[in-house]
Each structure stands twice: as C-alpha cells, then as structure tokens.
C-alpha cells in the first residue's frame, strides 16, 4: 500500500475537523478535553477524561494548531504505526433513557472512522459491529430478566436473541422485520465503505425499549468471544487476530450485578473478570485493545447529573470506569455532553497509540 507524503499539524487538524463537521453539521462546537492522567477521581474539563498507560502529563487537544511539542499525541506516532487492520465493537445501551445519546453517536461515528482513515494510511480494513445490552428484543420478564423469550412467534435460538450478536436491523429493540443492508453482507459492515455512514446510522439506533436490566460488559464479552466469531457462528469473521480491537460502551447506568431487590442483575462477574476475558481474546496482549467509554458519574464529569425520571443525566459507573482504566490504553468521556465530536477528536488520539504499540 503507499505510503501518503506527512501532513502538518493543521492540515491534520483540518481534516479532522471537516470530517467531523460533515458528519454533524449544525452541531455546536466541541469542547476541549482535559487529560487527568491516573487520577480517576480527577474532574474531567467539559465531561471529557483520558487515562492511558498512567501517565499524569497533560495531555491538550492533539487538534491545537499552536505550533507547540506534542509528545502524547497519536498524530506524532503515525510514522510508526503498526496495525493494518482494526475491528471496532459498539455497545449501546438501548434502554428508556437512552434515546438522544444513540442519535449523537450516529452523528459522530462515520467522521470519526473517515478521520482514521485520512490519518492512518497503514489501516487498510476497517470492520464494525453494533451491539446493545440484552438478549434483542426487550427479552426477559420481571422474574427472570436476564433470559427468557417471548412466548409467541419468536426462534429464540437465532441470533436476534443471543446476547453479543451483532445487530443488523434499525430500532432493533422493537421491530425485527426490518433490515440495514450492510454492504458486507454480513453481521458487521465496513468502515472504508461508500455507504457506511448510512448503515452505521441505522444500526446505532438500537431502540430505547430494551431490558432495564443492561449487561454492559456481558454484551461485550459475548461480541469478542471467539466463539461467536467462528465459522456459522452470529459474528461469523468478525475477529481477526492480526487486528486491532477498539472497543466503545456507551451507558447512562450503572452495570451491576444482584443489584436488590432481586431478581435485578446485569453481567455477571467484576471489573477484573470482564478485564482478563477481553485481553485473554488477544492471547494476553493488553497493547492490542483500546477501550473507549461514553458513561456518567459526578462529580467526575460535571456535566452529568444524576439519572432523572425523564432520561436526563446518568448513574455513577465506578465499576464500568474501573473495568475501563485496566486498559493500558484507555478515554472516558461524558455520556451526558451534548453531541460526541469532542470525544471522538480526542479518542482518535488514543487509537493511533493503540496502533503505534501493536504487537503482530
């Protein structure tokens, strides 16, 4: 593949930011973000907070066109880049309260993966499944809400209802009949596709009628299982071991697991389970996965209240944060910000590290 001639840093910023701007037009402008190092108490600047590798530098925004050294951004590690392949999981939160948050995400994504693909010329594949957070649709029932399945007309033993399977329908939740036609035609679609921002766009809008009871981390443990990415499995060829895993779970709750009164739950297991299961899917090579996360918890992101009746703010996630800055490679953002450029600017950020420490 050839190689593109380096751009300057506003050239880069430049590109970022008309991606972005094409994939949100109309938005307000993003907010900076703050890096607060390994404190994961810190407050976090517009509800934005990095952590990576522990490091305590400050880490301003990689877009800044100043002309100032900045050693912790992806932009100066790009000539050493080492992965060619990226497989990207969503994990979507498809409870009541989660409508607006699904739509921002649909709005930033595809810039957010045509960023990438401006700025990293060695990524050459690009795939992209979308999960949500119950077995799909709204299964379970108030005695048993996390396995079930509706009485009538339903094949419970299809993928529609097998959590970690790879969504491929619009409001998933509630409407199985309908289709987004990934170009793939398969489970996943692909990011270096004309039509991924329309198929990214239905399948991100996984519904607001799931289970009350999220399975966050289960969700994802399930979707990166090898099992589910063998041969007539439901993600069938989503895996590749030469590639590299990025991961974002986006919540405006807590995962919990027997949270009273029963029979409530969520995944199963603690932060440091769902840790090893996911890195154990890269035979142990931490460097080769980047966790994202779109969560709430103040005062840690001043921009998120707590979870009201009508949908507004978000729950305190210490487990999910936790689980999250395991990672040697890790953002947390704001659930709660208004529209997600902002943390996709900065996530690309971590991505292009991710890539520069890969190990084949």
Request: with cysteine.
């Given at each position: ?100 948050e699904q739509q921002f995400l649909a ?58 399977a790879f969504l491929t329908k619009p ?190």
């Amino acid at each position: 593949m050839s190689t593109r001639k380096p751009t300057t840093q506003a050239s880069r910023a430049a590109i970022l930011l008309a991606a972005l701007a094409i994939a949100a037009c109309g938005k307000e402008e993003p907010p900076d973000q703050v890096d607060t190092g390994a404190d994961d108490s810190g407050t976090g600047g517009e509800g934005i907070v990095s952590v990576s590798n522990g490091d305590s530098e400050d880490d301003d925004n990689p877009f800044d066109d100043d002309g100032s050294d900045s050693s912790s951004t992806g932009f100066d590690l790009m000539p050493n880049l080492k992965c060619d392949k990226l497989d990207f999981v969503f994990v979507i939160d498809n409870s009541s309260s989660m409508a607006d948050e699904q739509q921002f995400l649909a709005d930033a994504v595809p810039g957010f993966i045509a960023a990438m693909q401006n700025e990293f010329p060695v990524i050459d594949s690009f795939r992209v499944g979308v999960v949500d957070t119950d077995s799909y649709p709204a299964v379970g029932t108030v005695e048993d809400p996390l396995n079930g399945c509706p009485a009538e007309g339903a094949d419970c033993t299809s993928c529609d209802y097998q959590l970690g399977a790879f969504l491929t329908k619009p409001t998933s939740a509630t409407d199985p009949t309908l289709s987004c036609s990934f170009s793939t035609q398969a489970s996943y679609m692909d990011g270096e596709s004309p039509a991924f921002s329309e198929e990214f766009g239905c399948a991100a809008i996984v519904g607001s009628q799931g289970n009350p009871i999220e399975q966050q981390a289960g969700a994802l443990l399930a979707a990166v299982d090898p099992a589910m990415s063998a041969e007539g499995a439901c993600n069938a060829g989503f895996m590749r071991d030469d590639a590299l895993l990025v991961f974002l779970m986006i919540s405006d709750e807590e995962d919990r697991y027997a949270d009273p009164p029963a029979p409530q739950g969520g995944s199963s297991g603690e932060p440091a389970e769902w840790y090893e299961a996911v890195i154990a899917t890269k035979d142990g090579k931490t460097s080769n996965i980047v966790a994202l996360g779109l969560v709430g918890g103040s005062p840690r992101f001043p921009d998120c209240t707590a979870l009201s009746a009508d949908g507004k703010g978000a729950e305190q996630t210490s487990r999910l944060q936790s689980f999250f800055t395991m990672f040697e490679n890790n953002f947390v953002g704001s659930v709660c910000t208004e529209g997600y450029d902002g943390f996709f600017a900065a996530a690309l950020d971590k991505v292009a590290e991710g890539c520069a420490n890969f190990i084949p």
